[in-house]
């Protein structure tokens, strides 16, 4: 610090932040589309996504080509959102929020342990054929794999939301979203949709875990994943698919420079917590979130 | 153990003739009585020591999510905090009695727990089981991180003092389980009597409609408070009891989420609401385990290894959740109770008459 301050430096962390912040925003957004159309807080997201990156690793291993084992790992979500929908969702049906937190709790007990008592506990290594290899902007070093990820996130994100907007199903997400019972009452079929949900919720699991995977190696671990995600739906609203995209560069980036300028003084490690810790005070100040309706959630 | 709180006194299940008293005054007799004359060393340290701190912390977080409705997935935060301040309570002030040392460790995670509950003044629902997640962490990377709490023990690992009372050794399992038994029985008739209390009926209020306890007058915010500062204490103790009694060695890791996630399920499965509850959940949690891997290892051989037994127990424990949730969402309990009317349903039937 003696000659002033490493500016450089400073937008590197940020930059890195920033681009780790889309990919919790894109595990985010899976929790955002459920909630917003079942009122669900799905915490099996992470398992989800264990057993989707874990699926495709095991068959890549297992010498099948790349777009097949993609195409199987899809159906296999989409699969299992169904599953979901049939046996848990719905038996649920009108129960409190609260209830259906609990039972998807349990539903990622059984997939994480499914997932690994099928296909194994050790760690896989996933390639995606990007390289992770630093790159250099104007002086800054960014990573081709974070840019990578962050352009196949940000592609999800535009697509879901051409999908809400223009499509009729998406449009019945929305009314959905907006007021079941009237959904209902002009003949939408509830069933249908949260199945369709579900699945989509599948599909954005297998992308994220493919992306962490490749991150962070295939693990049981990947599971914690849903963990980062938390925060950026209690920032952005757990209603609010904007909310989640700036709540993840938010967090992302916060995390990332607290990390660096922080850590040092309480003797590092603190990415645990300092994404909860942020997320809280800001909602101190601000209980709604950044995007999320007014009414915060009656339990 | 204890009765259930919410019960009216016409109820089937108890008919005029079984006073309200006589279940946990029979429980305590059998549990103090019989028990230690028939449980081997290896009854008292696998599944009743275990039980009883599980079965307390259950009670503990009941009070704040079953009766205040309060969704915490904290809970072994404050475990943790009940267990280290404790411990240091004990090494740092000279000659402090166990008991009092126990009980500023309960005060302790009393004050943490209101800490933490503080967001539950502006925050409902899933914003507020999120926050309480915050306490999960930042307790446990603290505890790791500074070694002042651990006394200075490289990975954070305590050892618990020997358990004595104004000079009588608790120190065989028999004599463990007594001290246990005896902390969670008066802590568990304190927490029956305060859901009895307006406090306990302002809980309630506040758990089934927030708008209408206020207008009411119940004190919304004090209340809320109030069943954080309660459930922590209780919880502490409980992991006091974990620490000192059960395991004897902790480590900060041992109250992770899944621990969090332990105890809640431990009031699901048994059901909430309801001091029964906690501790039909806790047995069932504490059995469970024990029953697969017998049954496990009977049916399978040898390719059921315990990596495979550890998969198993989490994908069965998952199930029996969303089980329990689909098919009896009012836990153990209402199993229990109506268990109990059948038996008892001609006595009944001729009180209802």
């Not at chain 1, 709540?247 to 990415?271: D, H, M, N, S, T």
Request: charged share 10%.
């Amino acid at each position: 610090m003696a000659q002033g301050f490493d500016f450089a430096f400073l937008a590197e962390v940020l930059i890195g932040g920033l681009l780790s912040g889309v990919m919790y925003s894109l595990v985010a957004i899976g929790f955002v589309l459920i909630y917003k159309t079942s009122g669900v807080l799905n915490f099996a997201q992470g398992a989800q996504l264990l057993f989707a990156a874990l699926t495709f690793v095991s068959l890549v291993e297992r010498g099948l080509p790349f777009a097949l084992a993609l195409g199987i790992t899809f159906a296999l979500m989409v699969a299992l959102g169904l599953a979901i929908e049939r046996t848990v969702l719905r038996p649920l049906v009108n129960q409190p929020p609260i209830t259906l937190f609990m039972a998807t709790l349990g539903l990622s007990y059984v997939i994480e342990g499914v997932a690994q008592l099928v296909w194994g506990t050790q760690v896989h290594s996933l390639e995606l054929g990007v390289a992770d290899e630093p790159i250099e902007f104007a002086g800054v070093l960014v990573s081709t794999f974070d840019l990578f990820a962050a352009g196949v996130a940000a592609l999800m994100v535009i697509a879901l939301s051409a999908f809400f907007r223009y499509t009729r199903v998406g449009l019945a997400f929305r009314a959905v979203a907006d007021d079941t019972f009237a959904a209902l009452a002009v003949g939408l079929r509830l069933p249908v949709i949260w199945a369709t949900v579900w699945s989509a919720a599948g599909v954005i699991a297998l992308v994220a875990g493919l992306l962490w995977g490749a991150r962070l190696g295939v693990q049981f671990s990947l599971s914690l994943v849903v963990l980062k995600a938390l925060p950026v739906l209690v920032l952005g609203g757990f209603d609010s698919i904007l909310g989640a995209i700036v709540g993840g560069l938010l967090i992302g980036a916060l995390e990332k420079l607290a990390e660096v300028y922080l850590g040092p003084y309480v003797g590092g490690g603190i990415e645990s917590w300092f994404a909860y810790a942020a997320a809280l005070l800001f909602l101190l100040v601000r209980p709604g979130g950044l995007f999320g309706q007014r009414l915060v959630e009656r339990a | 153990m204890a009765t259930n709180t919410v019960q009216r006194s016409g109820h089937p299940g108890h008919p005029a003739r079984w006073p309200l008293w006589a279940t946990p005054v029979l429980v305590l007799a059998l549990a103090y009585g019989l028990v230690p004359l028939v449980a081997s060393d290896y009854v008292f340290d696998a599944l009743l020591i275990p039980f009883l701190a599980l079965s307390l912390a259950a009670v503990g977080l009941n009070l704040l999510t079953g009766y205040a409705g309060q969704l915490s997935l904290g809970s072994a935060a404050f475990m943790a905090v009940g267990v280290y301040a404790a411990y240091n309570f004990q090494l740092r002030v000279q000659g402090l009695p166990l008991l009092a040392a126990i009980a500023l460790g309960g005060v302790a995670a009393t004050l943490v727990g209101v800490v933490f509950g503080l967001p539950s003044l502006r925050l409902r629902g899933f914003y507020l089981a999120v926050s309480t997640l915050a306490a999960q962490f930042f307790v446990q990377w603290a505890l790791t991180k500074f070694g002042w709490f651990s006394n200075d023990n490289p990975s954070g690992v305590i050892d618990a003092p020997p358990l004595a009372v104004a000079g009588v050794a608790f120190d065989t399992p028999a004599g463990r389980y007594l001290f246990a038994l005896s902390v969670v029985a008066v802590l568990t008739a304190l927490v029956w009597r305060v859901t009895r209390t307006p406090t306990g009926h302002h809980f309630i209020a506040v758990r089934d409609n927030e708008l209408a306890a206020r207008v009411i007058g119940v004190p919304v915010l004090r209340t809320k408070l109030l069943a954080f500062a309660l459930s922590s204490f209780v919880i502490g103790v409980a992991g006091v009891l974990w620490g000192f009694v059960y395991l004897r060695t902790v480590e900060p890791a041992g109250f992770n989420l899944d621990r969090s996630f332990q105890i809640l399920f431990i009031i699901i499965i048994g059901g909430l609401a309801t001091l029964r509850g906690a501790f039909l959940g806790a047995a069932l949690i504490v059995l469970f385990p024990l029953l697969l891997s017998r049954l496990g290892s009977l049916l399978l051989g040898q390719w059921f290894d315990s990596g495979v037994l550890e998969l198993c127990q989490r994908i069965a424990l998952g199930a029996l959740i969303v089980g329990f949730l689909i098919a009896e969402p009012r836990g153990l309990a209402a199993l229990w109770e109506r268990l109990v009317a059948r038996c008892c349903r001609r006595p009944a039937a001729a009180h209802g008459a």
